[in-house]
């Protein structure tokens, strides 16, 4: 009897130290809602790393014949970083798409999301002179026009889709010296013809909606217009912002040989890696 008291007494005792500690964390969140934020933040961060170092099921780019050939014969890629809004893309992954343009020597490039025109001005400069750069957008006005026949959008995608817009008619390709390299195509990824494509495109960038309908349909159509050596790159293959991505790879990646190069958002794929 005296031992059943002193149990619930002592489990009694632990459950009020535990009320309290907790009152006191959420008060003291309430108090500082940053210190939470970045609290949770470095969780996700550090989950993120994480994964983005174990490449979760991808293999590691750093097998590839192509990492191996630049690192014994190093490519210099031209960059102007002074364009980038590297909320969109960061720098080291600019330096590394260019890096690759060098590299493949592609004649025909096909991107899905061309924004500002950043990652496409670069393909630009970075591909041979005979290069024509196909780069797939929304129409402008897709919002009033599209959306509520559009399938399905992740979280983010929308802001970026709104920003897109205003960006259509002043993208910082217009007026350049090699802006005449570039062909530009409306219309959404999932409805879009590509077949005028199939097996012709040497280098795809799949940069457009990130939801796993999305990610879906683009890859299916970038395997369709990939050329015999042709690579796919995909962005923002992240645990934490775009899980769908993340998701649909890591899926692919048991059929297919895709590789993910450390410290950037980039998964790729090529029958010739
Ligand atoms: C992340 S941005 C692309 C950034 C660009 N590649 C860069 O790094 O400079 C994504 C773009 O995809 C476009 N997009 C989103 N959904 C799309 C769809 N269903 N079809 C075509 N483009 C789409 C958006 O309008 C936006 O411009």
């Avoid at 309290?20 to 210190?35: A, E, N, Q």
């Avoid at 550090?46 to 097998?63: A, M, V």
């Avoid at 992954?93 to 004649?107: D, S």
Wanted: with cysteine; proline share 3%; charged share 20%.
């Amino acid at each position: 009897m005296i031992e059943a008291f002193r149990k619930s007494w002592w489990i009694a005792k632990k459950s009020a130290n535990l009320l309290i500690v907790s009152i006191r964390v959420f008060v003291y969140c309430l108090i500082h809602p940053k210190k939470l934020f970045e609290f949770t933040f470095s969780i996700f961060s550090t989950i993120n790393k994480f994964y983005q170092s174990s490449h979760g099921r991808l293999l590691d780019f750093k097998t590839t014949k192509i990492f191996q050939d630049l690192n014994k014969n190093p490519v210099f890629a031209r960059c102007n970083f002074f364009l980038a809004d590297s909320t969109v893309t960061h720098l080291a992954e600019i330096h590394i798409l260019a890096t690759l343009t060098c590299y493949l020597k592609p004649k025909r490039i096909f991107e899905i999301g061309t924004y500002n025109g950043f990652t496409t001005l670069h393909f630009a400069y970075n591909s041979p002179g005979d290069c024509t750069i196909y780069t797939l957008d929304l129409p402008p006005h897709y919002d009033t026009e599209y959306k509520n026949k559009s399938s399905e959008y992740s979280y983010d995608d929308w802001l970026v889709v709104q920003l897109s817009m205003d960006h259509i008619a002043k993208r910082i390709f217009k007026g350049d010296p090699n802006a005449a390299k570039i062909k530009e195509l409306f219309g959404d990824s999932a409805t879009f013809d590509f077949s005028p494509y199939y097996g012709k495109i040497d280098l795809i960038f799949i940069d457009g909606s990130h939801s796993y309908p999305y990610i879906k349909s683009d890859t299916e159509n970038a395997f369709k217009m990939l050329s015999d050596t042709g690579i796919i790159v995909w962005h923002d293959f992240d645990y934490v912002i775009h899980k769908d991505v993340f998701r649909y790879l890591n899926e692919l990646s048991k059929e297919r040989k895709i590789y993910s190069i450390a410290n950037t958002r980039f998964a790729v794929f090529g029958n010739s890696l």
